[in-house]
């Protein structure tokens, strides 16, 4: 049984930054697309970043342009783990982060397009409340 659990979500001030784990069970990140999403309240799923090994060993990362700069993603293959490090948090970026994973030929950030969209991805965590505020 495949599970992606998050963690390291909270409240903090704009300018602070915050680590998100997403770990990995019932699947080896292998050739895996992992994503990171986002939602706001009233607002729809947005894509954050998204972390995949190709075939020669080389690592791609794909980031939305709000994040580009103050967001990095990585992956641990010996823990099963991929943290999306948060730096210069600003007020917009409040939402519930997801990590997503899938493994199918093509999913998530393997498209052609960068991140995919969040049906490019089969399993999904519960998701952590990241809520920048002063």
């Known amino acids: 049984q495949v599970q992606l659990v998050e963690s390291g979500g909270g409240l903090v001030q704009p300018g602070d930054s915050l680590r998100l784990s997403c770990a990995a069970s019932?699947?080896?990140?292998?050739?895996?697309?992992i994503g990171w999403f986002r939602q706001a309240p009233g607002k729809e799923r947005e894509g954050v970043s998204c972390?995949?090994?190709?075939?020669?060993?080389?690592?791609?990362?794909y980031y939305t342009d709000s994040v580009k700069g103050r967001f990095t993603v990585s992956r641990d293959n010996a823990k099963n783990m991929v943290d999306l490090q948060m730096n210069s948090l600003k007020p917009e970026d409040t939402a519930v982060y997801y990590c997503?994973?899938?493994?199918?030929?093509?999913?998530?950030?393997?498209?052609?397009?960068?991140?995919?969209?969040?049906?490019?991805?089969?399993?999904w965590g519960q998701g952590t409340q990241v809520t920048v505020s002063s």
């Open positions: 997503a994973a899938d493994s199918t030929p093509g999913s998530g950030c393997w498209n052609p397009g960068g991140i995919g969209p969040p049906d490019s991805y089969k399993y």
């Open positions: 019932g699947f080896t990140l292998g050739y895996a697309a």
């Open positions: 972390i995949r090994r190709g075939h020669g060993g080389t690592y791609y990362v």
